[in-house]
């Protein structure tokens, strides 16, 4: 069985384990302190891609966490490097907000969000700022034969009030629409924590990624042949395990459990 004591890299979803909307969850500022303090290091993965990172360390700042852009990664990271090393020189739709359009572009992508004939991907992500022709215009592309890129499967992104539509439940919409299905670029698929990886420097066996959700941060830890926590703070249940069949290396109730396993084992 897997030490967590060992844990050296955590990888932290942020909708759903670290907060819910602009309420942080018990622990979270103690936790990410004893991380520091035993000599390791934490990145947030996310993948919504609405806001960029100075977005997500202006929402954590006011929350009392002061972060750093390296303390990031997103499922726009993941598109951008997909983009760029995949699809170099090819002009992409982005049917995403104003804030993924600007990242990629100042990253060098070939960006639009008018509607031509010399389009060659369309990339969808979670779009807090979709219109009927964004939808119209995804569907017209696809029609076409273009290639589709997703930023991310979730289904939903949990809020104070409830949940609402997130990419993959955009994608299922067109794909119902025009029969296409998208490839996703964020987790579950395994890029964003090698990409940590190699950032970080730590081994696998050091790292284990932290979520809510089965079938995304679950899933990508398990993709990436690493450790994985499914905390019960967000959208997941424990009946999910058996919907999805996926198995996480430990269940807790939420970020708190996790802090207090760790202080013990370090004490």
Known sequence: MASLAGKRLFLLDMDGTLYLDDRLFPKV????????RRGGRYLFLTNNSSRGVEGYREKLGRMGIATELSDYMTSADAAEHTLLTEFAGQKCYVSGTASLKRQLKEAGVDVTDVLSDD???????????????????????????????????????????????????VCEMLHR????????????????????????????????VIGDRLYTDVACGINAGIDSIFVLSGEGVMGDMAKYRLNPTWVYKDIAQIYHILGENAS
């Open 29 to 36: 500022p103690e936790f990410l302190s004893l991380i520091r």
């Open 119 to 169: 389009i060659d991907l369309l990339l969808s992500g979670f779009d807090t700022e979709l219109t009927f022709q964004k939808l119209e215009d995804s569907c017209i592309l696809l029609n076409r034969g273009v290639t589709w890129l997703a930023t991310n499967p979730d289904w939903v992104c949990p809020t104070w009030y409830g949940s609402v539509p997130d990419c993959g439940s």
């Open 177 to 208: 629409a025009t029969g296409k299905t998208p490839r996703f670029l964020g987790k579950p698929q395994p890029e964003m924590v090698r990409l940590a990886l190699k950032r970080t420097g730590f081994a696998p066996q050091q790292a284990v």
